[in-house]
Each structure stands twice: as structure tokens, then as C-alpha cells.
């Protein structure tokens, strides 16, 4: 394995039972060589409490159950994982044309929950630079329900006032 530290997910899943207990790992591919690695998914694990949906699931290689495991931070955590967001997300405002309104009002859905700096999105989907959209924070000229400073990575509105 090389230093690259950064994988992709590969979608597969090995499962493996001895007598009464399963692991189970997500399999990875390392960005740098092509190596496999194993993200433990399950360990030592009884197989009478893993429900059976799951262990379909893992059998069938579902890609759907790996990008829930990999939003899991109990499996994150497990395995020293940090998953890259770069260009995961953008802010679709529909165009220019209404962004020289007076007042607009935006809401922002997430389809996966992906950590976001709204500062950083609604700067890039209003074409604004971060400097003006946290002076306009400041000024109480956007106005959300949720800390616009920190990172969220669930569905939010906003008001903006120019």
C-alpha cells in the first residue's frame, strides 16, 4: 500500500462467518496504487442480531448500503476515515437574472448529507465573494434560522436583503 491515504469506495463488500460470528468490510481502492483495502463494517458480530435485510444487502454488493456506511461516523470513526467533499456540492440558483432583487429567498436541500460551509455555498451560487456574504451576515442583511458560520450538512433557508 502506498502513502496516498486517500481511497475510493469499489462498491464490493466480503463478507466472512466463522460458526456464529460475521465480519464484514467495505472494500476501497487506494487512489495512488489500485490496492484493495478493507473498511471493517462489522466485526465479531453474531449473526443472529444482523438483520437480514443487511446481510442481503452486503451479500448483493448493494452500492446504496456503501454510501450509507460510508456517511456512518460510528464507521468512520472505526476505520480513521475522512471522506473528501471537494466539488460534492454546488448551489443551483437558477441563473443571475433574480439575484438583483431586492429581497430573495433561498432554501437548500441536501441529497446526501455533506458537510458544507453555507458561507462558501451561497457565496459561490450568488456569485459573491465570501468577504461580502459574511459582511452581509453581519449587517443582518441574510438571515437564516441556522448558524451560517459553522458547517451544516442538513437542509436550511435563507433570506437575502440587498
Avoid: Y
Avoid at 446481510?55 to 470513526?77: I, M, S, T, Y
Avoid at 453555507?118 to 449587517?139: Q, T
Amino acid at each position: 500500500m502506498c502513502a496516498s491515504g486517500r481511497f475510493r469506495a469499489g462498491g464490493k463488500f466480503r463478507v466472512n462467518a466463522n460458526h456464529k460470528l460475521i465480519d464484514a468490510w467495505l472494500l476501497g481502492l487506494c487512489t495512488g496504487c489500485g490496492d484493495t483495502a478493507k473498511f471493517t463494517v462489522l466485526e465479531r458480530v453474531n449473526v443472529r442480531s444482523v438483520r437480514p435485510e443487511l446481510l442481503d444487502r452486503l451479500h448483493g454488493n448493494d452500492p446504496g448500503l456503501a454510501a450509507e456506511l460510508l456517511q456512518d461516523p460510528v464507521v468512520r470513526r472505526r476505520n480513521r476515515i475522512a471522506l473528501d467533499w471537494d466539488d460534492a456540492w454546488r448551489l443551483d440558483t437558477g441563473g443571475s437574472d433574480h439575484l438583483d432583487r431586492e429581497v430573495i429567498d433561498v432554501s437548500v436541500r441536501f441529497a446526501a448529507r455533506i458537510p458544507v460551509r453555507p458561507v462558501r455555498l451561497i457565496a459561490d451560487g450568488c456569485g459573491l465573494p465570501r468577504a461580502e456574504v459574511e459582511r452581509l451576515v453581519r449587517d443582518g442583511k441574510l438571515v437564516s434560522a441556522v448558524r451560517l458560520g459553522g458547517r451544516l450538512s442538513g437542509d436550511f433557508t435563507f433570506t437575502l436583503k440587498r
